[in-house]
């Protein structure tokens, strides 16, 4: 173990290379270039042993890793806005082929009009591909997920999207703690898949399926994509004991426990929200930040459990959800609490937008704004 | 799950079963009649049998699946198969 | 924790001196945070970066718009240090400046000529300087971070290549950084 301070395209480009990848293929797109440029470099040194291929767009990016999975070899791909969208066919592809392949998906505001910067628009319009998503608020998070990433998409079968926000994380350097390669084999072993395409076995791969198969398919990934909730949880427990490195949970709380307020937010603004909690009690407001780290399936169970009867939810979205009061958590967080017997008062607002730089006060800003109307 | 469990597949994969679709001779008003005598042998036959019904080892046609659509026919550079008439010899 | 934030031009390194600055603050037991601020990355456009240093994680992920230190890569930056504000005066922002007389802003102020420096020690392209090697000096310097750190950072960031006449840049700069008094 070596505490490292590097980008946050660097620590996910060092998590693949110790997470024993066999394809990789990549399609450039601001800000995940360097990530993909990095783990090019590493081919041409020779550190990387798996294979590199450099295709001609990200839809060709997700049908290459696609088909690479359903050989059995363990793949990776990383894209960001445009690119994730111009994927999104492939998506459902994989997911509905249960095939474990992980990607970074570095997140960028879509267009139109043009924008760079930092936006969950891109991450949250994939909800509904069947695809497991995770978020991450510092390069720790970033370089352990990735390992978590395969050890659950391989026992789920299930494909696993990894999201950071664009420059705020991946360009910006923070220190972190890598794990050595033989603690990272013994959490990861290599990919054993129940089936794969090979001439010796034979088969035919989704080949047509009749309205009860087609059904019975969507059912199972239905299924199994709440199961995985558990195994989330469980992976994450056998990290820490390889590791004895304390992982944050599925919704990671800091500041008061019992608190008046809750602050709930994912990615990069998660972390600074945990100084708006501090700066809130400092005002009177007994509060706590809640950090999301898994975002598809939803972590209902730990969010109700957090929550004090009587308290109030602040959600705060880097994202809309369109026709819909606020963003897709805010929407989450209502359906997740809607069956709990627990009066809870849930609000809702979108900032940062396009990389609208969320410091303390523009947080604070919107946090008594919707005070003031969870108030009236 | 350990890693002694067997693991179920979950993907969509289907093996080959013959007749899987039933019998598809229904499909059929005409059949492919081979001459053996005027046969070279060339094999276009069984490349191009959408069905795979054509022997590599004797050029017999499993007739039970052959859908009458006659490509081995129009494929056959000797015009070694002839197509017949439902019902006639 | 302090703040330091960065203004430049495109191509002269300021997101290397951002990478040098952390593995130092990294090498002196620190945690540290540096956030290049990107827009229009070419060749001479105006840019900026933000670096934290603490002895607690930083769990700020925005930019700095009120920060301690103000680095000025070259004399005629500061208007645009003005742009997005900090602290003018004698509790203000400590000003860091590569030049040879110091900048029309009150308070105190560190100079150091990295671009002589950079220039004395063969680190040029064309009729550019290198001066973020000097700079990552001159700046440990001002906030505290000891030269061997500053030196293990380099041999980091420049593994052999040019490594030593970086390392005599930097440690240059870190001898001749002079504490000045600024004025209007």
């Known amino acids: ?376 | ?89 | 924790m302090l703040e330091l934030r960065i203004h430049g031009r495109g191509g002269t390194g300021v997101v290397t001196l951002a990478d040098l600055l952390s593995k130092a603050a990294l090498a002196a037991g620190k945690e540290a945070q540096a956030l290049p601020f990107f827009g229009v990355e070419r060749r001479g456009a105006v840019i900026r970066a933000c670096f934290r240093i603490s002895d607690t994680p930083i769990l700020q992920r925005s930019m700095s718009y009120q920060p301690d230190i103000i680095a000025l890569m070259h004399e005629n930056m500061l208007p645009h240090a003005r742009n997005e504000g900090f602290t003018e005066g004698e509790d203000g922002a400590v000003i860091i400046v590569n030049g040879k007389v110091p900048v029309e802003a009150e308070g105190t102020q560190w100079l150091v000529d990295a671009e002589q420096i950079a220039r004395d020690h063969g680190l040029t392209f064309g009729w550019d300087a290198y001066i973020n090697v000097p700079m990552a000096g001159a700046i440990a310097k001002v906030i505290g971070i000891p030269l061997e750190s500053v030196e293990s950072a380099v041999n980091v960031v420049f593994k052999g290549k040019n490594a030593a006449s970086n390392l005599e840049a930097a440690r240059d700069a870190y001898n001749t950084t002079t504490k000045v008094k600024g004025g209007a």
């Open chain 1, 1 to 376: 173990m070596s505490k490292r301070i590097e980008t946050g395209n660097t620590a996910c480009a060092l998590a693949v290379l110790a997470a024993g990848i066999d394809y990789m293929a990549a399609y450039p797109i601001t800000p995940q270039t360097t990530l993909s440029e990095k783990i090019a470099n590493f081919a041409a040194t020779g550190e990387f042993t798996g294979k590199y291929v450099l295709v001609e767009s990200e839809h060709s990016a997700m049908s290459a890793v696609a088909a690479a999975s359903a050989v059995g070899a363990r793949t990776f791909t990383a894209t960001s806005s445009q690119g994730l969208l111009h994927m999104h066919e492939i998506l459902h592809y994989a997911s509905g082929g249960r095939l474990p392949v992980v990607m970074a998906n570095i997140n960028r505001a879509v267009l139109a009009p043009w924008c760079l910067y930092a936006d969950h628009q891109d991450s949250i319009s994939q909800r509904d591909t069947g695809w497991l998503q995770l978020f991450c608020s510092n390069h720790q998070e970033i370089y352990d997920s990735v390992f978590l990433a395969y050890k659950v998409a391989e026992k789920v079968d299930i494909p696993v999207m990894i999201s950071y926000d664009g420059f705020l994380l991946s360009h910006s350097l923070l220190p972190f703690e890598t794990v050595d390669d033989s603690v990272i084999k013994q959490y990861l072993p290599d990919r054993d898949p129940a089936w794969r395409l090979h001439p010796d076995i034979g088969g035919n791969f989704s080949n047509v399926a009749m309205a009860a198969e087609y059904s019975a398919y969507r059912h199972r990934l239905a299924d199994d994509t709440l199961k995985s909730l558990q195994i989330f949880r469980d992976s994450i427990k056998e990290y820490e004991n390889l590791t004895g490195r304390k992982q944050p949970d599925l919704i990671e709380a800091s500041g008061t426990e019992n608190a008046n307020v809750y602050l709930l937010s994912m990615g990069s603004m998660a972390s600074e929200m945990e100084l708006v909690a501090t700066e809130l009690t400092k005002q009177g407001i007994n509060a706590s930040a809640l950090k999301l780290r898994l975002y598809r399936p939803f972590p209902s169970d730990e969010l109700v459990n957090i929550l004090p009867d009587g308290s109030t939810l602040i959600v705060l979205d880097r994202n809309i959800a369109y026709g819909h009061p606020g963003g897709v958590l805010y929407m989450e967080a209502r359906s997740a609490l809607y069956e709990s017997d627990k009066k809870i008062r849930v609000l809702g607002g979108s900032v940062g937008l396009g990389g609208v730089d969320l410091t303390v006060s523009v947080l604070l800003n919107e946090v008594n704004r919707l005070l003031e109307v969870a108030k009236a």
């Open chain 2, 1 to 89: 799950m350990n890693t002694n469990e067997k693991k179920e597949i979950l993907q969509p994969v289907s093996m080959p079963v013959e007749g899987v679709a039933g019998f598809t001779s229904a499909w059929r008003s005409q059949w492919p009649k081979l001459d053996s005598e005027k046969c070279n042998g060339c094999l276009l036959c069984w490349i191009f049998c959408p069905e795979t019904l054509i022997s590599r080892e004797d050029r017999s046609i499993d007739l039970r699946y052959c859908k009458g659509c006659a490509v081995c026919a129009r494929e056959c550079p000797v015009n070694a198969i002839e197509m017949i008439r439902e019902g006639e010899e």
